[in-house]
């Protein structure tokens, strides 16, 4: 998810705004900012009129979007959305996104519309299909197009728009952020953390996991400020006081692992293993942000060993005026704290970009698939930096493991308004750990390094997972998963 930041000891467990006796919550994503950041730049941005054209074969993001089964109101599986690029200008003094945004998608269907999720506090002030304006309405955040469309062909909405985007609640008890989306802090710079759901809250999008998407970016903001999104940084101008940046995603990916910035930060470049590129991204006034993220090189390697190579061309760590932090793809967005900028959190975030980004679960009920393998590998990387065993981090783990699973259900089958609690973290790693002790080292990381490897670019789904693991391993695994996952109470540990 929006990298849930798993706190570093059992000790440290209760995060800020969380009394002794309430319960454990995970942290780590979204939030209201609360740290003073740069003066804004009085200019106005305008956007740039978008100058990639769409990849020639969008067969790579070709998908079959499902309806979620837990919250069933956010996307639309009629539509296969192939490839989004976002022309964004933000102006700081006005605090104003102008855009223009053009998407290429497949319909799944015959039908008289088609919908989008779409923010309804953004004023459209022109909408087309294949270069033809079309009727279409708003219904709070559904952007219905009414104009027929045919199963299994592919179109291009253009959309111009301009507005004040808003964050978005979401169904969670946490004491780090109680909404996603755009995020305006004091300041006028801007950050997005979007997990489960809130892209929509900036543009048009198919914003369920299950539909990934290729992404690119051009973004304009008035001088020294820039814009940053995922993916490659490939080109960077400033032109009559106003900086534009590009930026090209190059594998699909779902909507809430999109990112995007406007603020003044300093660059730092590192180099990872077979020389992939890793840009930090620090406010300019707070240059010591770097220190924690600036492991990523030596966090990246040590994964490599486990997980395999790291699945894509670039990697980077924004800083942001947030209490949280999340992964996103290709880039780690972090809040500016000791505990989210610390080394622990940046293994956890790095972990996401094999589970959770390469592999993304096709509905949210399956986000433990997420957030276990990152908690357990987190969990192996304080272990060997305390100089204790495994064993001990998850005993120490496990001391708290029941109330996490009484506070908000099974990680499986959690409460629906209990979204990202600790369940989903603390209970599918120890569960790691024992399938790891039940098959032997070699044949768990055999099997760990090869599913994001087999479901490369694709969402997946608990049922896919249970085959492949039992195929894998030649062991009869599903009674096993399911009293991890589904059950009430923590099942016996070896």
Request: negative net charge; glycine residues 6%.
């Amino acid at each position: 998810m929006k990298r849930s930041l798993i706190p570093i000891a059992a000790a440290t467990l209760l995060l800020a705004g969380c009394s002794d006796d309430e319960p454990i919550r995970s942290g780590g994503f979204g939030g209201p900012a609360n740290e003073p950041a740069a003066s804004a730049p009085s200019a106005t941005a305008e956007p740039v009129e978008p100058v990639t054209p769409p990849p020639s074969d969008l067969a790579i993001a070709e998908n079959e979007p499902r309806e979620d089964s837990l919250y069933p109101e956010v996307g639309d599986p009629g539509v296969d959305a192939l490839h989004y690029d976002l022309s964004l200008g933000w102006s700081p003094n006005t605090d104003t996104l102008d855009a223009t945004e053009v998407v290429t998608f497949r319909s799944t269907e015959t039908d008289d519309d088609f919908q989008l999720d779409f923010s309804k506090v953004l004023e459209i002030e022109r909408l087309s299909l294949d270069d033809q304006e079309v009727a279409f309405d708003q219904e709070g955040k559904d952007l219905i197009v009414t104009t027929p469309v045919e199963k299994d062909q592919r179109y291009e909405l253009t959309i111009e728009y301009s507005g004040t985007p808003e964050p978005v609640d979401v169904p969670v008890q946490r004491s780090d952020f109680s909404q996603t989306g755009f995020t305006v802090t004091d300041e006028h710079e801007v950050w997005t953390m979007q997990e489960p759901w809130g892209a929509y809250s900036w543009y048009a999008v198919n914003d369920h996991p299950s539909d990934k998407a290729l992404y690119d970016f051009t973004l304009s903001v008035p001088s020294p400020w820039m814009g940053i999104a995922n993916g490659d940084l490939t080109s960077t101008e400033e032109e009559d006081g106003t900086v534009t940046t590009q930026w090209h995603l190059a594998e699909p990916a779902a909507s809430y692992l999109a990112t995007l910035a406007f603020g003044d930060y300093d660059l730092t470049e590192l180099t990872g293993p077979r020389d992939i590129p890793i840009r930090i991204f620090t406010p300019s006034d707070s240059p010591e942000t770097a220190a924690g993220p600036s492991t990523a090189p030596e966090a990246m390697e040590w994964l490599e060993q486990y997980l395999g190579p790291y699945p894509f061309d670039t990697f980077g760590i924004l800083v942001v005026d947030s209490r949280s932090g999340m992964e996103t793809q290709t880039m780690v967005t972090l809040g500016n704290s000791d505990y989210t900028l610390s080394e622990p959190v940046v293994v956890h975030e790095l972990v996401h970009q094999w589970y959770g980004d390469t592999v993304t679960p096709d509905d949210w009920r399956d986000v433990w698939m997420n957030e276990g393998m990152a908690m357990y590998l987190q969990g192996m990387w304080e272990a060997e930096r305390a100089g204790i065993t495994v064993d001990k981090q998850m005993d120490q783990w496990a001391e708290f493991e029941d109330d996490e699973r009484e506070f908000a259900g099974p990680p499986a089958d959690y409460d629906l308004d209990k979204w990202g609690s600790g369940n989903i973290y603390f209970s599918p790693a120890l569960m790691w750990h024992e399938l790891r002790q039940r098959i032997g080292d070699e044949a768990f990381f055999d099997v760990v390094r090869a599913w994001p490897e087999a479901q490369e670019n694709r969402s997946s789904n608990r049922e896919t997972l249970y085959r492949f693991f039992e195929q894998r391993t030649g062991e009869e695994l599903s009674a096993f998963f399911d009293a991890w996952l589904l059950g009430r109470q923590t099942p016996p540990r070896d």
